[in-house]
């Protein structure tokens, strides 16, 4: 039997706890690593309308004889010019809130306000940046561990049957290199950005992993791929970037290989904060993120050598 009893001090409702801790804790975002990798178009800005074309030449042919007889006219050859144009668009989105929230909160709102914004801003760039980069006319589906489908219509026709291992790699390298002659990023290499599956299958390749473990512990450790076959890697976690379940079993992680002068940015308006103009004497307020800005790739449209710039790993 109980020594002791209970008796409630009121006799029904809620029972409510009036301390309150000041600090505000923020749900936490993915990465956003795509928007580095885009170059700024020249020539775009305020008063130049919505579109920016960019010019391209396309390399010249190389005669298979270029000896000349004493009494020949040199030979001329014709250069092709083409274009691409490149549309802005106005994006942003706000959160409005009063200036009573502001007044009776214990919380510094208008801070936290602003920092979700950005991270929803820096998202969103994110996004566009991975649709833009994933434009480009060279799928490569790994349809089997030891083997690989090059499409090159900009259309994945083959289901992924296994996710990106060391072979892989390998072939896409010589690829961009021997058949695309794809400029290095940067130092001799390319650069792929990788969702974190596509680079899990790599970690998981006993290739890499007798050639890391022993050659480089600490990239294991670390969970870094490192540099590849003149490859270096970057891990996207942000899903909505870069897929991590494509293909037959959801089997494969989404992943882009790059060169040089890959992908561009024309913008209008450089994305930013800005404050609502206060309505209601004050009482209504509010901030908003705004920008206006398009991605693209400059050769999205072509999977021919010298102007391709970019892999993308993915599935039907």
Same mark, same amino acid.
């Given at each position: 039997?109980?020594?002791?009893?209970?008796?409630?001090? /009121?006799?029904?409702?809620?029972?409510?706890?009036?301390?309150?801790?000041?600090?505000?804790?923020? /749900?936490?975002?993915?990465? !956003?690593?795509?928007?580095?990798?885009?170059?700024?178009?020249?020539?775009?800005? +305020?008063? @130049?309308?919505?579109?920016?074309? =960019?010019?391209?030449?396309?390399?010249?042919?190389?005669?298979?004889?270029?000896?000349?007889?004493?009494?020949?006219?040199?030979?001329?050859?014709?250069?092709?010019?083409?274009?691409?144009?490149?549309?802005?668009?106005?994006?942003?989105?706000? =959160?409005?809130?009063?200036?009573?929230?502001?007044?009776?909160?214990?919380?510094?709102?208008? $801070?936290?306000?602003?920092? @979700?914004?950005?991270?929803?801003?820096?998202?969103?760039?994110?996004? #566009?940046?991975? *649709?833009?980069?994933?434009?480009?006319?060279?799928?490569?589906?790994?349809?089997?561990?030891?083997?690989?489908?090059?499409? *090159?219509?900009?259309?994945?026709?083959?289901?992924?049957?296994? $996710?990106?291992?060391?072979?892989?790699?390998?072939?896409?390298?010589?690829?961009?290199?021997? !058949?695309? $002659? #794809?400029?290095?990023? /940067?130092?001799?290499?390319?650069?792929?950005?990788?969702?974190? @599956?596509?680079?899990?299958?790599? @970690?998981?390749?006993?290739?890499?992993?007798?050639? +890391?473990?022993?050659?480089?512990?600490?990239?294991?450790?670390?969970?870094? #791929?490192?540099?590849?076959?003149?490859?270096?890697?970057?891990?996207?976690? $942000?899903?909505?970037?870069?897929?991590?379940?494509?293909?037959?079993?959801?089997?494969?992680?989404?992943?882009?290989?790059?060169?040089?002068?890959?992908?561009?940015?024309?913008?209008?308006?450089?994305?930013?904060?800005?404050?609502?103009?206060?309505?209601?004497?004050?009482?209504?307020?509010?901030?908003?993120?705004?920008?206006?800005?398009?991605?693209?790739?400059?050769?999205?449209?072509?999977?021919?050598?010298?102007?391709?710039?970019?892999?993308?790993?993915?599935?039907?």
């Amino acid at each position: 039997m109980s020594t002791s009893s209970w008796i409630y001090d /009121a006799p029904s409702g809620v029972y409510k706890s009036h301390s309150m801790s000041s600090d505000l804790r923020m /749900a936490a975002i993915a990465q !956003t690593k795509f928007l580095q990798y885009f170059n700024t178009v020249d020539g775009m800005g +305020k008063g @130049k309308g919505d579109t920016v074309t =960019i010019t391209r030449i396309a390399n010249v042919d190389v005669p298979t004889d270029d000896s000349l007889l004493e009494v020949e006219r040199i030979p001329e050859d014709s250069y092709v010019l083409s274009t691409q144009a490149i549309s802005v668009t106005e994006r942003g989105r706000a =959160i409005p809130y009063s200036s009573l929230s502001i007044d009776l909160s214990s919380i510094n709102l208008e $801070n936290a306000i602003q920092k @979700k914004l950005r991270d929803q801003l820096a998202l969103r760039l994110d996004k #566009v940046c991975a *649709t833009a980069a994933k434009l480009g006319m060279v799928k490569a589906i790994p349809d089997g561990v030891a083997s690989l489908t090059f499409d *090159t219509d900009g259309t994945a026709s083959t289901t992924a049957a296994a $996710n990106l291992n060391v072979y892989h790699v390998e072939q896409v390298r010589d690829y961009m290199f021997s !058949t695309l $002659n #794809v400029a290095p990023y /940067a130092d001799g290499d390319y650069m792929c950005l990788a969702s974190t @599956k596509a680079l899990r299958g790599i @970690k998981r390749d006993p290739n890499w992993e007798k050639w +890391k473990v022993y050659g480089n512990q600490e990239a294991k450790q670390g969970s870094e #791929v490192g540099r590849l076959e003149s490859c270096r890697f970057v891990e996207i976690n $942000n899903s909505n970037a870069l897929s991590q379940s494509l293909g037959a079993s959801s089997v494969l992680g989404e992943a882009i290989f790059f060169g040089d002068d890959a992908f561009i940015m024309a913008t209008v308006q450089d994305p930013e904060l800005r404050a609502k103009e206060s309505g209601d004497y004050g009482r209504a307020k509010g901030v908003a993120w705004y920008g206006i800005y398009g991605m693209s790739q400059v050769w999205y449209d072509s999977a021919s050598a010298g102007q391709a710039r970019s892999v993308h790993i993915t599935s039907a």
